[in-house]
């Protein structure tokens, strides 16, 4: 599969089957992982992939942290509220995720819930982790964004689906306790992923893109 064809087959999936992706799989994708290109070639991600009853033990103890009305505390900077054109952008996501589920506008605990799942990797057999050193603040985001990228469209290439996941950075607590991670190390994002589940209603939730003419500019 071209990777054009990739980029529009490619959608954030939200159910997954209960299907590990093969060991030797997993292995393959993540040493092609590693050409991401980086920031002179720095390649400062430490990914974190974890499945099985690790994964779901720590399922149980990122959602009693997040039940308990503990507030997220992120290691990086996840506080911009989102204005004009980006906050459109933001509402007309959200308003796709809910209508797919049937969740109106006023079915506040619904949404709840919804937003809840992130927590438990949307059920996903598997979940990465995306960190580095604190450091490294904005520059090493920028090189961890196209690794994610470039990690995303490897999977789909393979038939394996995920979900790119800000919320799973906001309370690291639990998965750098779990994952013995130094306290040097920050966990950015994370990702579910794995096979999806294409009956499930959730996984018809599609967004729009903006037009070209809006978002790029040619200079001769």
């Known amino acids: 599969m071209s990777v054009s064809t990739t980029l529009e087959k490619r959608y954030s999936a939200r159910a997954y089957l209960n299907k590990q992706v093969p060991e030797a799989l997993l292995q393959s994708i ?16 430490q990914i974190c992939v974890v499945s099985g009853t690790q994964k779901d033990t720590l ?3 990122l959602m009693k942290a997040v039940m308990s009305g503990t ?14 054109i980006h906050r459109d952008r933001q509402f007309g996501s959200a308003n ?12 506040k605990r619904g949404r709840q819930m919804a937003m ?28 961890l964004g196209i690794y994610a990228q470039t990690l995303s469209l490897i999977l789909a290439e393979h038939g394996i689906a995920n979900c790119m996941q800000g919320a799973l950075g906001q309370f690291p607590d639990p998965i750098k306790k779990a994952l013995n991670l ?13 096979y999806a589940d294409e009956d499930a209603a959730v996984n018809a939730t599609r ?3 903006e037009t ?3 978002a790029v500019a040619f200079f001769n």
């Open 30 to 45: 993540f040493t092609l992982a590693q050409q991401a290109p980086s920031n002179c070639n720095v390649q400062p991600w």
């Open 59 to 61: 399922k149980g103890e």
């Open 71 to 84: 507030p997220p505390n992120p290691e990086f900077n996840w506080q911009p509220q989102y204005h004009g």
């Open 96 to 107: 796709a995720l809910y209508s797919s589920m049937d969740i109106t506008r006023e079915d």
């Open 116 to 143: 809840v799942r992130n927590w438990s990797f949307f059920d996903a057999p598997h979940v990465a982790f995306f960190t580095m050193d604190k450091y490294l603040d904005i520059m090493g985001a920028v090189d």
């Open 182 to 194: 130094p306290e040097e190390r920050g966990i950015l994002f994370g990702m579910s992923f794995g």
């Open 207 to 209: 967004t729009d893109r």
């Open 212 to 214: 070209i003419s809006n």
